[in-house]
């Protein structure tokens, strides 16, 4: 797939720039993660917030693990032809395995999430506490929902633990809003 790739290890160095930083490593984890995707989108201060904390939260801790592979591996994500797309490889970047979503499962709760950051940019806008709180919390019920159904849909395919799934999630929704 030809357009850009974001390695989301060198957040905090610019885009494309810097050593990058190593994820949790392990034989079950993920040390690097990559969006693959032309940049056509902008990404709000909460969606960047969000994408932040995600790559934070993974650094620390996370699980990953492709059935039959030892890792620590490389994910790169995309979405091609309406899949999410899992290519996974080792940590020289060779391809290991690609694993195949249909994106239409995670539609939804991808274009509620969508819908939730430009309430809360309106929110911030009118200085509406009480609405941030509460676009806030549904936000965060957005990711548990959405990590449930990653854990779901990878089930039997690779062992992922409830913490990635959702960081995972809040990345796709950012893939999504890229392209």
Known sequence: MTGHM????ALGHGAGQGT?????????SLMRVVLDGENRGTLSPLQQADLAQAVRDL???????????????VLRLSIVEGRLMFD??????????????????????????????ESYAHAVQDGREASIQAIDMGR????????TLMVQRLAGRVDIDFETARRLFTLVCVLHQRI
């Open 6 to 9: 974001r390695d989301l290890s």
């Open 20 to 28: 990058g930083l190593t994820l949790a490593e392990g034989d079950r």
């Open 59 to 73: 650094s620390v801790a996370n699980r990953f693990a492709p059935r039959g592979l030892t890792g620590p591996f």
């Open 88 to 117: 996974v490889r080792d940590a020289d970047d060779a391809p290991l395995t690609a694993l195949g979503l249909a994106l239409g499962p995670f539609r939804r709760l991808i274009k509620d999430y969508q819908l939730l950051v």
């Open 140 to 147: 965060r019920g957005l990711h548990n929902e959405g990590a």
